[in-house]
Structure formats: C-alpha cells, structure tokens
Nanobody, 124 residues
Framework: QVQLVESGGGLVQAGGSLRLSCAASGRTFSSYAMGWFRQHPGKEREFVAAISGSGYTTYYADSVKGRFTISRDNAKNTVYLQMNRLKPEDTAVYYC?????????????????WGQGTQVTVSS
C-alpha cells in the first residue's frame, strides 16, 4: 500500500520561504517520478513541479520557475519542494504525488497516488 505524507506547510509573509516534505512508503521510491501539484479554492488541481526517479530531470510550472526547487533523497524516500520568494497567489493546498513511471510529466493523469495535502498560506 502506497502512502504519501506531506509536511512543512504553514503561514508565511510574501517574500518568505517554506520547504515542503513528502515521505513515501509502499513502493520502490527511486523507480518512480514524484510531483507536486497545488489546488486553489474552487479551481482545478494544477501542476507545480516534478522530478525523475533518479533526480536528474526536473520540470516546473512557469509560474514557479526560478522560485521553487524540487529535489529528492532516495535513501530517505522523501521528496522536497523548496519555495522561495513566495507570493500571495502561491496560497493553495499542496499535494505530493507519485508517478506511474520513472519519467516525470506535467500531466495529472500520469500520477496515481496522492498525499492528503498541506496548506500553504502567503500573506501580503
């Protein structure tokens, strides 16, 4: 049984930083891409960042490129999302997800297991 547990969300002022973590279990972690998506109230869940199983390939949404960094530690079965220069529009529930393959994508349907989500709130 695959489980993903996010942590690290919270309230931060605009311009600040947060680091989200996602601990995974129940699957050979390094064999699968990992991703972060977010959902604003009343909107569809949207892609934020993804990383390949090896960690060598990463993708970002244009809205976060240059501010967010995704990384993973396969020895700890954990993926991270470092978020810098946060903006009020980054306020959302952030979800960790594991892909169906080792290659990352931006497509929600290519991910099969999801965490419970963690709230990030950026005040202006």
């Amino acid at each position: 049984q695959v489980q993903l547990v996010e942590s690290g969300g919270g309230l931060v002022q605009a311009g600040g930083s947060l680091r989200l973590s996602c601990a995974a279990s129940g699957r050979t972690f390094s064999s699968y891409a990992m991703g972060w998506f977010r959902q604003h109230p009343g909107k569809e869940r949207e892609f934020v960042a993804a990383i390949s199983g090896s960690g060598y390939t990463t993708y970002y949404a244009d809205s976060v490129k240059g501010r967010f960094t995704i990384s993973r530690d396969n020895a700890k079965n954990t993926v991270y999302l470092q978020m810098n220069r946060l903006k009020p529009e980054d306020t959302a529930v952030y979800y960790c997800t594991t892909g169906r393959r080792t290659v990352p994508t931006r497509i929600r349907g290519d991910y099969d297991y999801w965490g419970q989500g963690t709230q990030v709130t950026v005040s202006s």
